[in-house]
Every structure is written in structure tokens, then in C-alpha cells.
């Protein structure tokens, strides 16, 4: 019989884009406040990919991963789901922006072997975790890479995006070896 074993921590990643820079700011404050310092951060880029936020947030979408310094618990990615929620809504009842959703932050976890996201969507290929959260093996680490599966969203796919999530994997290994 296999036994149960503790799990490595992970390295907690967050997705934000907005088409205002100083929201992209509030949110990084906040989540730095929340999670520690920022390690690594993307490029910005151009969301492109869907219309689908056009209604609420605008046009003209620019996306930036954050990845934390401190590792976490995978088991925390429900909790980081919700509080990430809430910073989004709290910024939009502030009212600082003219869009009914000025900031979308989207967590994630990386492990040496996968990306997972969080969502509150149920899809066949998604897994209850609690709370309302669901988790979605988004990436898989093949062949010294991230590989996209068929439900993949499309910036996932993009090269820069996958290249840079195996520079955060990297940076994982690195955190992995300070933390032990």
C-alpha cells in the first residue's frame, strides 16, 4: 500500500492583466503584501486571445506574471483563489477606474511537473478542491518544456508565455534548494 507523504510547496504564480498600469500596480502591491516580495516578473504583453473580458474590462489588455519569492503549500491555491477574488472586487467598488472590472488576477502554482490554475468553473477536465475552487492542470512540464493539453487557453499556448513559465520553473528549482 502506498502511504501518504508530505508535498513539496510550490511556486505561487498570479496572472494580472488590466489595460490600466497603475491598477497592474495596486494589485502587485497588494498581492506582495499578502504573499511576500515578488522574485520574478514577465514581460508585459498584449492579451489578444478572447473578447471575452471586453464587456467589463475594456480593450486594450496587457497580461504580466507575477511569481513569488516565498513558496507555498499547493493546498493554498483555493485560499489565494478567493483573496485574489476579493482584491479584484474591492478595487472595483472603489470606483478609480471606469471599467465594472478593472483588474483580473488569476493564481496558479508550479511544480517541477505541471502548471495548475485556479477557477470557479467546473469543466470535465477540472478537479474540486474546495471552497468553490476548482484547479486545472493547465501546462504539463515534457521534454524539457511546458506542453499545452486541448483545453490549454490560447495565451497559455503562446511561446512567450510557456518560455517564461520555464524560467519561473528555474527559479523554483533555485527557491527549492534555498528553502531545503
Known amino acids: 500500500m502506498a502511504e501518504p507523504r508530505p508535498q513539496k ?14 491598477a497592474l500596480a495596486w494589485g502587485r502591491d497588494r498581492l506582495a503584501e499578502a504573499y511576500g516580495p515578488v522574485g520574478l516578473t514577465s514581460p508585459p ?3 489578444h486571445h478572447t473578447e471575452y473580458y471586453q464587456a467589463s474590462m ?5 497580461k504580466q506574471f ?29 470606483r478609480s477606474f471606469p471599467d465594472a472590472r478593472p483588474l483580473n488576477l488569476d493564481p496558479g502554482v508550479l511544480s ?15 478537479i474540486y478542491l474546495r471552497d468553490g475552487i476548482f484547479a ?3 501546462l504539463r512540464f515534457e521534454a524539457g ?11 497559455y499556448r503562446e511561446p512567450q ?3 517564461w513559465l520555464g524560467e519561473a520553473r528555474e527559479y523554483y528549482k533555485l527557491r527549492l534548494r534555498s528553502a531545503a
Open 66 to 94: 507575477l511569481a513569488f519569492e516565498v513558496l507555498v503549500a499547493p493546498d493554498r491555491l483555493p485560499e489565494v483563489k478567493l483573496h485574489t477574488n476579493r482584491l479584484e472586487q474591492a478595487l472595483a467598488l472603489a
Open 136 to 138: 486545472e492542470v493547465t
Open 45 to 47: 504583453f498584449e492579451f
Open 161 to 163: 508565455v510557456r518560455d
Open 9 to 22: 510547496p510550490v511556486l505561487l504564480v498570479v496572472a494580472a492583466f488590466s489595460r490600466h498600469g497603475d
Open 112 to 126: 517541477l511537473g505541471k502548471f495548475l490554475l485556479a477557477t470557479t468553473k467546473d469543466q470535465a477536465h477540472r
Open 58 to 62: 475594456g480593450a486594450g489588455l496587457r
Open 145 to 155: 518544456c511546458f506542453e499545452p493539453w486541448p483545453w490549454t487557453y490560447a495565451d
